[in-house]
C-alpha cells in the first residue's frame, strides 16, 4: 500500500526565514503527488500538484514544491514565511504502484508549522 | 453553493447513538469522497461515490458505517451504535471526475461522549 512520510511533526520558523517541509513517499512509479494546508477549523485547500509535468511545481501563496525521483521526495519550500502561512500542511499521494488508485488520497500525518514575529 | 458543504459543523452525540453527517458536493461533480481525521493524524480514506454508487468502500471501518448518494447529489454518512474511538473529523470532498482535483468541505467534528 501507498504510505506518506512527512519528516516533523512542528516545525517552526521566524517570519521572513525559509520554509522548508519534508514529504517522502513510498512507490516506485512516481504517483500524483499533493500538498494541502488545513488553517484551524477549515478544510482542506489544495497548495499545489504534481502531475508528472514539471519537476518543479509552484503554488499558491508563494509555495513550491520538487519532485525527486530518486529520493521518492516532494518537500515544500517557500523562501520567506509569512505570519499567515502558520497552520497544518499534508502530504498527498494518488495513483502509483501496489494499488494505488485513479481516485483515492493517501495523506501524510501532518506538519504543524508556526511563525514567529 | 460555491463549495462543499457539511453539516452539521459540530455533532456531539451519546456513546450507542445513531448519528448522520451530511455533504453537499459543488454542482455537477459525478465524484464524492468521504475521509475521515483523527486527532493528530493525517485524513483517511473511507469511501468514494461515482453518480450513485459507491465504488469502493474499502475504507469503511466496520459495519457500523454506512454512506448514501441516492441522487448522485447530496451524501450521507451514518454511524450506528456510536464508539468513542468514532471520534474525529469527517471530512466530506467532490471532484469533477475521479482523477481530477478534489475540493473538501470544512468537516463535520463528531463527538461520542
Given at each position: 500500500?501507498?504510505?506518506?512520510?512527512?519528516?516533523?511533526?512542528?516545525?517552526?520558523v521566524s517570519e521572513g526565514a525559509l520554509v522548508l517541509l519534508r514529504c517522502n513517499y513510498s512507490s516506485s512509479v512516481p504517483p500524483y503527488l499533493f500538498w494541502y494546508v488545513q488553517y484551524p477549523n477549515q478544510g482542506l485547500q489544495l497548495l499545489l500538484k504534481y502531475t508528472?509535468?514539471?519537476?518543479?511545481?509552484?503554488?499558491?501563496?508563494?509555495?513550491?514544491?520538487?519532485?525527486?525521483?530518486?529520493e521518492t521526495s516532494f518537500h515544500l519550500t517557500k523562501p520567506s514565511a509569512h505570519m499567515s502561512d502558520a497552520a497544518?500542511?499534508?502530504?498527498?499521494?494518488?495513483?502509483?504502484?501496489?494499488?494505488?488508485?485513479?481516485?483515492?488520497?493517501?495523506?501524510?500525518?501532518?506538519t504543524l508549522l508556526t511563525v514567529n514575529p | 453553493g460555491a463549495g462543499v458543504s457539511q453539516t452539521p459543523s459540530n455533532k456531539v452525540t451519546e456513546k450507542g447513538k445513531y448519528v448522520e453527517l451530511r455533504c453537499d458536493p459543488i454542482s455537477g461533480?459525478?465524484?464524492?469522497?468521504?475521509?475521515?481525521?483523527?486527532?493528530?493524524?493525517?485524513?483517511?480514506?473511507?469511501?468514494?461515490?461515482?453518480?450513485?454508487?459507491?465504488?469502493?468502500?474499502?475504507?469503511?471501518?466496520?459495519?457500523?458505517?454506512?454512506?448514501?448518494?441516492?441522487?448522485?447529489?447530496v451524501s450521507t454518512l451514518k454511524i450506528q451504535r456510536t464508539e468513542r474511538g468514532d471520534s474525529a473529523v469527517?471530512?466530506?470532498?467532490?471532484?469533477?471526475?475521479?482523477?481530477?482535483?478534489?475540493?473538501?468541505?470544512?468537516?463535520?467534528?463528531?463527538?461520542?461522549?
Open positions: 500500500a501507498q504510505s506518506v512520510t512527512q519528516l516533523g511533526s512542528h516545525v517552526s508528472s509535468a514539471a519537476t518543479l511545481v509552484k503554488g499558491i501563496n508563494g509555495f513550491e514544491a520538487e519532485f525527486k525521483k530518486s497544518e500542511y499534508f502530504c498527498a499521494v494518488r495513483g502509483g504502484d501496489s494499488g494505488g488508485s485513479n481516485y483515492k488520497l493517501t495523506f501524510g500525518k501532518g | 461533480h459525478t465524484a464524492l469522497y468521504w475521509y475521515r481525521q483523527s486527532l493528530g493524524q493525517g485524513p483517511e480514506f473511507l469511501i468514494y461515490f461515482q453518480g450513485t454508487g459507491a465504488a469502493d468502500d474499502s475504507g469503511l471501518p466496520n459495519d457500523r458505517f454506512f454512506a448514501v448518494r441516492p441522487e448522485g447529489s469527517y471530512l466530506c470532498a467532490s471532484s469533477l471526475w475521479e482523477n481530477t482535483e478534489a475540493f473538501f468541505g470544512q468537516g463535520t467534528r463528531l463527538t461520542v461522549v
